[in-house]
Structure formats: structure tokens, C-alpha cells
């Protein structure tokens, strides 16, 4: 085989605007009602095929690791930085998945910048994950382009699924999951299941934030080993129709079941939420199994304004991003 050329884009993070726990299931997991958009806090990702096989990872963050660990106020090897780039990176589990699944020969080189930080809810590990996924079928098809277009679908969303929950939200597209053409664009979804069934939607009207990362990561097993699945569990339907604007309420509330559990296990999530409510913004909530947490803005310059605030009001580190919804997946780039 020959090498590719360098396929890249840019990684988007998630928030929960609704997550509810529905039942627990037999193989641990827990039935969800969530509702998420796509958010343009991005990382950047670059692979092609190689003739070395296995999978070659470089990691860095953006500008770089110091100003970030300056923001954070944590030191440049504080484990709050660290990502894996070796098996427990899921790029490099999903691209090993890939290979295998095609049955190809040689392997990968992969350039991942980080800006989404980890253990925060946001998604960033997923969505990377996605990316790679994509970018690996259309090198493949580069190098191998006897491989069917047909089986794209078929092939994608199991292995996305097996990756993790939120991998299937990433992969986005109209043309992928076989949806009407006209539903290209997607911005938002509500996820079933343990995450991985969606309905993609438009959403009527971009949504604005403030996201502000505490700098401190919570473990998603152990939230959800402090959950308890309520008696009448709430449901997202509302909130889906007024994000579409086909309901007549001109005001929507967003849940995260999640979030109760999270604060006993991380004292920096009551601050989080408590500026970001000083900060003259709504709809404070914790995003996924936190840390991170988010409040709506009316417009890109409240946000703005607010994040700016924010970066001298709250106490101790923190990462802290005006945010708008975006589309996914991501446009791929060729070089």
C-alpha cells in the first residue's frame, strides 16, 4: 500500500442540555433522556495512513501547555493535562477498530490538539474519537478505493457505538445516519438508549453560552455509581419542541439528574454554578457527568462579556469559553 494524505478537522465539544436516568440496565449502564448540541469549543485532528502499521499519536494542547496550565493554575505535568496516546486513547482504539473491521494492512499517524479538557462532560474524548472514525474511512478509501461507499453507514455507527455512548452524537451527518438530505446542518439531538440511539434535529435558533471548566475532573463511574434512577423520571419532550420552535412557550427549563451526585464528589462545581448565576446569565447547569458547567447567554456578545468577567471573578483556575451551538460532523479538510 501507499501512505495518504493528511485528512484533518476539528473535533466540536458537547452540552447536556437535558439528562434524565430512565432505568438501570443488566449490563450496568442506565437507560438516558439527553438532549445535546454540538458547541464550537473544538479541538484539531490530523491522520493519514501509513505503511508502519499500528497507530502513532501525538498529543499537545492549544497555544500549548503552558498558557493552558496557566489558565487552570495547576503545573504543566499535573495530571489534569495528561492524555493518553496509547491503547486508552480512544482514537487509538477506534482506529485499531477500523483497521480491523476492513482488514487493513499498514497503520496511522495522528496528530491530536487538544483544547477540550478532559473529565468535564463536555465530550471531547468522544468526539475525537469520531473524527478519527471519519478521517480514517475517507484515508482508507484513499488508499484502498475498492472499499464500497454503501457500507460507510453500516460500518460507522457500530463501531462508533462500541467506542463509546456519545461517539454516535459526533458522527453527525444526514448522509451517514440515512437521513432526509434536508436534515444536514444538525446542531442538536436527543439520545436514547445508553446514548448511542439518536434523533437529530435543527435547532430553530443558535444557542449562546458560557462554559466554564473548574479545573478539577470528576469520574464519570463514580457519578453514576452515586445516582439513584427516580421514581417518575422527567422527559426531554418539551424541551425538544421549544428548541425547535414548535412550541408555544416562549421559555423551556434544562435538567441534569447527574448533577446533585457531582457536587458531593467535587467542590469546585457549587462555584462554577454560582458565578456563572452572578454573571447576569440563565440556565446554569453541569454539562454530562461534569465537571464542567454552562448558562445560557442571549447573544454572542453577552457571552463574551460574561466569559470576560468571569475570568476575574471566579476563584482559582479555570478554563472559561463564550460558546455558540455548531453543526456536526466537522468539515474535512485535505492537504
Known amino acids: ?141 484513499e488508499t484502498h478505493p475498492e472499499m464500497p461507499a454503501s457500507s460507510k453507514r453500516e460500518l460507522l455507527l457500530p463501531l462508533a457505538a462500541e467506542i463509546g455512548s456519545d461517539v454516535p452524537f459526533f458522527l453527525g451527518g444526514a448522509s451517514l445516519l440515512g437521513a432526509p438530505k434536508s436534515t444536514e446542518g444538525i446542531q442538536c439531538a436527543r439520545a436514547t438508549g445508553r446514548g448511542e440511539k439518536l434523533e437529530f434535529f435543527p435547532l430553530a435558533n443558535p444557542l449562546h453560552a458560557v462554559v466554564l471548566y473548574p479545573a478539577a475532573s470528576v469520574s464519570t463511574a463514580k457519578v453514576y455509581s452515586r445516582c439513584t434512577v427516580p421514581d417518575s423520571p422527567r422527559s426531554s419532550d418539551d424541551l425538544v419542541l421549544a428548541l425547535q420552535g414548535m412550541s408555544a412557550e416562549t421559555t423551556f427549563s434544562l435538567h441534569n439528574t447527574l448533577e446533585a451526585p457531582a457536587r458531593g464528589l467535587s467542590s469546585r462545581i457549587d462555584p462554577a454554578l454560582e458565578c456563572l448565576s452572578k454573571a447576569g446569565l440563565t440556565h446554569c447547569h453541569m454539562t454530562g457527568s461534569g465537571s464542567a458547567c454552562f448558562a445560557l447567554a442571549d447573544s454572542s456578545q453577552q457571552a463574551a462579556l460574561a466569559a470576560k468577567t468571569l475570568r476575574s471573578t471566579f476563584p482559582g483556575g479555570a478554563l472559561i469559553r463564550p460558546v455558540m451551538s455548531c453543526v456536526v460532523p466537522s468539515e474535512i479538510h485535505i492537504a
Open 1 to 141: 500500500m501507499t501512505e495518504s494524505r493528511w485528512y484533518h478537522t476539528s473535533p466540536p465539544a458537547k452540552l447536556n442540555l437535558f439528562l434524565e436516568l430512565l432505568a438501570r440496565r443488566e449490563d450496568g449502564f442506565h437507560e438516558l433522556d439527553t438532549v445535546m448540541i454540538a458547541i464550537d469549543w473544538r479541538d484539531e485532528l490530523r491522520l493519514r495512513r501509513t505503511t508502519q502499521p499500528g497507530v502513532r499519536l501525538s498529543v499537545d494542547w492549544i497555544p500549548n501547555r503552558a498558557a493552558v496550565a496557566n489558565e487552570l493554575q495547576v503545573s504543566e505535568d499535573d495530571e489534569l493535562l495528561f492524555i493518553p496516546t496509547d491503547g486508552k486513547n480512544l482514537v487509538v482504539r477506534v482506529l485499531n477498530r477500523l483497521s480491523e473491521t476492513l482488514g487493513l494492512e499498514g497503520g496511522w499517524e495522528v496528530q491530536l490538539n487538544k483544547n477540550i479538557p478532559s473529565g468535564a462532560g463536555m465530550g471531547g474524548a468522544s468526539s475525537d474519537a469520531a473524527s478519527a472514525l471519519q478521517l480514517g474511512w475517507e484515508a482508507a478509501c
